[in-house]
């Protein structure tokens, strides 16, 4: 199977996680009973540490990498391409999947009729406008924020229109073929960094409302079978980019005027905090390895979407306890014939996080989870030999590396890995599930 090596370095790296987490738990008990070092400094940046397993901690926070990293993560470059190139990249890669796709026949209407997203795009400018016109503090004066605006809509109307027309890309109902990348994902990931630019600072609830509609948008077009997984990813990070640019060339014209709010320091997380978190999570969900019907006709399963939340309370700075609920789907194939709706799951799991901080800005993630997956599929696939299945149990081991953008938002990208008892593609077998995407966490 062409992912096989990679599921198994994944599987083993993920695997290792709670070990990691708990030398950062252990690491210096056996010494408690000693005397343990007792450090107090009268500086603001360092604060009392009372044992060595918090010195070590706190060096390691302000070693020369750490601090480089930091450094780096803060330089006007990163903010830029930080949350947009991933999912550009992701997308662009999974273009080739998508192109196959198209040239199969889909004799099936959408399954799933429902034209939100056709206004829902729209909502966070709708929102960003109402907090204006309502007085709310924001960063920008009525001046500065349209000229970016009016940047960022033409940057991202010009890109989004010469990538389609230029790209001839099927849509997956056949309807046009304009499909690479979305304009309606692209508009909705645009309207949500509008707002996350004006009002973002006030509370990471702003940012995850935002970013919910957009991603709510981006799915929606996809069961509408207006657009495949790549046109979303792409679409989404051509939103974000535009937005980013945008905001930049009004900064270059205004400088400081009509700039209402600037943070005074950048976030650093307090060495001694807990992360507890409610995240958003968005990614492609990829099926991994190859199955089969019992007549020996390959299953040809396309990349779809995953998304979800999740929360996590820590008792521990590096351990925590946690759930997550997802759902996604997947278009499916036999014989260059795209079957009718989509292979879907619905995933609630439970159990251990782990956080190990690597800077003050910068943290690795991972967790140990387990629950039920419940399907759902069309009955005429029983023609196909596929018999309906209802549901199978699951272990989720997932990784991240987490970036600290306010000081109660943290941004991350991530990869989580899905082990099901029992494929409703293939009974007999398991199914490996991955999910690669990224993540906005409200830090409590």
């Known amino acids: 199977m062409r992912f096989s090596r990679f599921f198994i370095i994944l599987s083993l790296w993920v695997l290792f996680a709670p070990s990691i987490a708990f030398s950062e738990v252990l690491c210096g008990f056996s010494n408690m009973q000693a005397e343990e070092a007792c450090l107090t400094t009268s500086g603001d940046s360092v604060p009392t540490v009372s044992s060595p ?13 750490a601090l480089k990293l930091d450094k780096i993560s803060s330089s006007k470059t990163f903010s830029i391409l930080a949350p947009s ?10 273009k080739f999947e998508d192109n196959d796709f198209s ?14 997203d056709d206004y829902l795009q729209y909502a966070p400018a709708a929102v960003m406008l109402g907090m204006k016109i309502g007085g709310v503090r924001g960063r920008s004066s009525w001046g500065r924020m349209l000229t970016s605006d009016a940047f960022t809509i033409a940057l991202m109307t010009g890109a989004v229109n010469v990538i ?38 006030l ?21 509408n079978l207006r ?81 979800g939340y999740e929360g996590a309370w820590f008792p521990h700075r590096n351990i925590g306890v946690g759930a997550s609920f997802r759902i996604g789907n997947n278009v499916v194939a036999l ?17 251990v996080f782990y956080s190990v901080p690597l800077s003050k800005r910068w943290s690795w993630d991972a967790k140990t989870l387990a629950g039920y997956n419940f ?16 549901g199978s149990f699951g272990a989720m081991f997932g990784t991240s590396l987490s970036f600290l953008a306010t000081d109660d938002l943290r941004v991350s990208i991530l990869a989580d890995y899905n082990l099901i008892a029992k494929s409703p593609l293939e009974p007999s077998r398991c199914q490996h599930n991955l999910l690669v995407g990224g993540a906005a966490s409200v830090m409590f």
């Open 103 to 116: 040239t199969y026949t889909n004799r099936y209407p959408a399954i799933f009729h429902n034209c939100y």
């Open 227 to 307: 657009h495949w997984g790549s046109d979303i990813l792409v679409g989404a990070g051509i939103g974000i980019l535009s937005t980013e640019l945008g905001y930049l060339f009004a900064d270059l014209i205004f400088k400081d005027k009509g700039l209402k709010y600037v943070p005074e320091t950048l976030p650093e997380w307090d060495w001694d905090r807990k992360p507890s978190f409610f995240r958003l999570v968005a990614g492609a969900e990829l099926v991994l390895g190859g199955y089969y019907l019992s007549d020996g006709t390959y299953i040809n399963v396309k990349a779809g979407n995953g998304v």
């Open 164 to 201: 389609k027309y230029t790209m001839d890309t099927r849509r997956p109902d056949g309807s046009a073929y304009n499909s690479f990348p979305s304009g309606h994902t692209a508009t909705a990931f645009m309207t949500a960094t509008m707002l996350n630019k004006e009002f973002g600072d």
């Open 203 to 223: 509370s990471p609830w702003v940012t995850i409302g935002s970013y919910t509609m957009a991603v709510a948008t981006g799915v929606g077009r996809q069961l």
């Open 335 to 351: 014989n260059d014939e795209i079957l009718e709706g989509w292979l879907g799951y619905m995933a609630p799991y439970a159990g």
């Open 85 to 94: 190139l991933p999912l550009i990249i992701l997308g662009t890669s999974l």
């Open 53 to 65: 397993r918090d010195l070590r901690l706190i060096n390691r926070l302000n070693s020369p990498a």
């Open 375 to 390: 399907f759902w599929h069309k009955d005429s696939w029983n023609d196909y030999g596929m018999p309906r299945s209802y």
